[in-house]
């Protein structure tokens, strides 16, 4: 799928977008990848000299995953039309390992369940087949 999808699902643009291409995307499940630049602004000032990947960064790019796969459950349903999905719940982060400015990540997000207008989802990160990070979050919709 092209950038275009991307900016058709979210409305996330540069320099906070941190999807580079969507894999696959089904009901339940969307897999993404995204390389880290070397220029990222947020490298400026993290680890100087030695650039790491901030941990809210990495989240941020699991939650975008699911907001471009809760985009098509919310543009399919009547009462989700217009929707944007807003993260209101991040819980069992855990961090496996650091990433770099040229590494390239894999984000896996699948849907767990909705109860009224909350969505649950488990995002899971990995570089070379190698879990980076993992959490759970939740969504609601909100007027886009």
Request: charge should be neutral.
């Amino acid at each position: 799928m092209t950038r275009e999808d991307i900016y058709k699902a979210i409305p996330h643009r540069p320099p906070f977008l941190f999807i580079d291409e969507i894999e696959s995307w089904t009901e339940k499940e969307i897999i993404c990848k995204y390389t880290f630049k070397e220029n990222e602004f947020f490298f400026q000032g993290h680890y100087p000299g030695n650039p790491i990947v901030p941990g809210v960064i990495l989240c941020e790019s699991g939650l975008q995953a699911g907001a471009i796969l809760l985009s098509r459950l919310f543009r399919e349903s009547e009462s989700g039309r217009g929707m944007v999905p807003v993260v209101v719940k991040i819980d069992e982060i855990r961090f496996r390992q650091i990433i770099r400015p040229s590494e390239t990540i894999t984000l896996r997000v699948a849907f767990k369940e909705r109860l009224a207008n909350a969505y649950f989802l488990v995002a899971k990160i990995e570089k070379d087949g190698k879990a980076v990070t993992r959490f759970e979050f939740s969504c609601t919709g909100t007027a886009g």
